[in-house]
């Protein structure tokens, strides 16, 4: 399975950005999907999830200014970032998991995008 993620890029603090996720052959719909994020010489932490059965889970950092959703027709998932920060500045990776239900850690993720920058000045 190959994901293909988009849409980071250059904002002001308090600006958004939506990150695109595509997960061809229904892997979206049919699997959780998660968002993560990595800053250069730490580990790619939890942003958030979505479910099978869409329910959403999010990390504290993002709890009220991200927004996990997907379209099964497109077989997509996308993060909406809303009230942007600097120190939301780091690539962020979708995934795809192995598994239906939400998970948190990397390893229950068995497929991942290339990676988008974002980068939030301030």
């Known amino acids: 399975v190959q994901l293909q993620a988009s849409g980071g890029g250059l904002v002001q603090a308090g600006g958004s950005l939506r990150l695109s996720c595509a997960a061809p052959?229904?892997?979206?719909?049919?699997?959780?999907m998660g968002w993560f994020r990595q800053a250069p010489g730490r580990e790619r932490e939890f942003v958030a999830a979505?479910?099978?059965?869409?329910?959403?889970l999010y990390a504290d950092s993002a709890k009220g200014r991200f927004t996990i959703f997907r379209d099964n027709a497109k077989d997509t998932v996308f993060l909406q970032m809303n009230s942007l920060k600097p120190e939301d500045t780091v690539v962020y990776y979708c995934?795809?998991?192995?598994?239906?239900?939400?998970?948190?850690?990397?390893?229950?993720?068995?497929?991942w995008g290339q990676g988008t920058q974002v980068t939030v000045s301030s």
């Open positions: 995934a795809a998991s192995s598994i239906t239900a939400i998970r948190t850690t990397t390893g229950y993720y068995a497929y």
């Open positions: 052959g229904g892997t979206a719909s049919t699997n959780s």
């Open positions: 979505i479910a099978s059965s869409a329910r959403t």
